[in-house]
């Protein structure tokens, strides 16, 4: 009898810790997207669900550049943890490109094709049994983010019979064109940026914010205070990248690198912000 709940106690709580955790590598699986089989990866509690499911969109440097895996995994791994089932499409390496943050003429645009992509892996988590189809939200990172913010416009809602994404969230996006075109939103959207990011700058996303009030969803912007691009990522020492085709500096230069205030507040506000 003693050995018996000892191994039911044990078996509990492996049980528990497994609901906890993401796999180290999520699952690879096709998105089917007119003419191009998109490719993504899921990462998923374990159990039947449903759960709520993440949309979340890469950066310029894409799903194959050194360290998205880490970067990405991470934040798959909180997101997991509190019950979300996530889904990265590639929306570079499904067309054969790789990192497209030097490339000033972009084939594959946030405003138009990487739309299209999130709107796919909406429809593709809709049709999972193991998704609470009615709630799943939008992530972006830089080009992801505002791939995100064009994707929540009144004018930009999926069609085909599919639902609407819930919620958005778009870490430092460029927000310029977006500000030129008197960008609105349809669903609760929170931007995250930092005070000292010199590759997008906060102030045109603020001005972006402001402009909206009063013909848009909630939309709020927090801005940390000296704090970098990338400030989320973990343990990255502040450095300098060179030859940036949108950096707000004409030279191409901007600065990346952990805060780690910005991204403690981050890794809770944004589990929150999904959870409505």
């Known amino acids: 009898m003693v050995l018996r709940a000892v191994i039911c106690v044990l078996a509990a709580m492996a ?9 180290d590598k999520g699952d690879q699986v096709d998105l089917p997207e007119g003419g191009l089989m998109l490719k993504g990866t899921l990462y998923r509690p374990d159990g039947a669900g449903p759960f709520p499911g993440v949309v979340a969109l890469h950066d310029c440097g894409g799903l194959s550049r050194p ?40 084939t594959v645009r946030a405003s138009r094709q990487r739309v299209v992509d999130a709107n796919a892996a909406l429809r593709w988590l809709e049709a999972q049994g193991f998704i609470r189809r009615e709630h799943i939200s939008l992530l972006g990172w830089s080009s992801g983010g505002v791939t995100a913010l064009w994707a929540v416009r009144p004018n930009a809602a999926p069609h085909n019979g599919s639902g609407d994404f819930r919620s958005a ?26 005070s000292a990011d010199d590759w997008t700058l906060a102030s045109t996303c603020q001005q972006m914010i ?8 909630r939309a709020e912007i927090i801005v940390y205070p000296g704090a970098h691009h990338d400030f989320d990522r973990e343990n990255m020492p502040l450095r300098l990248r060179i030859g940036l085709a949108r950096a707000a500096d004409p030279s191409g230069k901007a600065h990346i690198g952990t805060s780690p205030a910005a991204r403690a507040d981050a890794l809770k506000r944004v589990p929150q912000w999904l959870a409505r």
């Open 67 to 106: 360290n998205a895996a880490k970067q990405y995994g991470d934040w798959a791994k909180v997101l997991v943890a509190r019950g979300f089932a996530v889904l990265f499409p590639d929306s570079f390496g499904s067309r054969g490109l790789g990192s497209q943050c030097r490339t000033r003429q972009r």
């Open 210 to 217: 402001a402009g909206a009030r009063g013909r848009s969803a």
């Open 169 to 194: 969230v778009a870490f430092y996006p460029n927000c310029r064109r977006l500000r030129q075109t008197a960008w609105s939103s349809r669903v609760p959207t929170l931007v995250l940026i930092g």
């Open 15 to 23: 049980l528990g810790s497994s609901v906890q955790a993401a796999p």
